[in-house]
């Protein structure tokens, strides 16, 4: 087996965890966290597929922005609830 097959299974595999624990996490922080690693995974499974460019997208739009919106909007919400 070629080695960049292994590692893309590997990968596959630890997206699939990290997705269940996300979707059984108790805690909502817990949760955007495990999501944004599943995206940051997912660049670099696309990194492996030599795909620089959906890599680099992906782990700035779909790991970065988008955990630090889950996360100002989860501020937001626990301040207007006190």
């Excluded at 630890?14 to 909502?28: Q, Y």
């Excluded at 795909?51 to 207007?80: C, H, Q, W």
């Amino acid at each position: 087996m070629d080695v960049n097959i292994i590692l893309a299974l590997f990968l596959a595999v630890i997206m699939i965890v990290v997705a269940v624990a996300a979707l059984m996490a108790k805690r909502v922080r817990t949760a955007v966290l495990a999501a944004g690693l599943v995206s940051l995974v997912a660049s670099i499974m696309f990194l492996l597929l030599a795909a620089p460019d959906v890599a680099m997208t992906e782990a700035a739009i779909g790991s970065g922005l988008t955990t630090i919106i889950f996360f100002y909007v989860l501020n937001k919400i626990r301040r207007s609830d006190v």
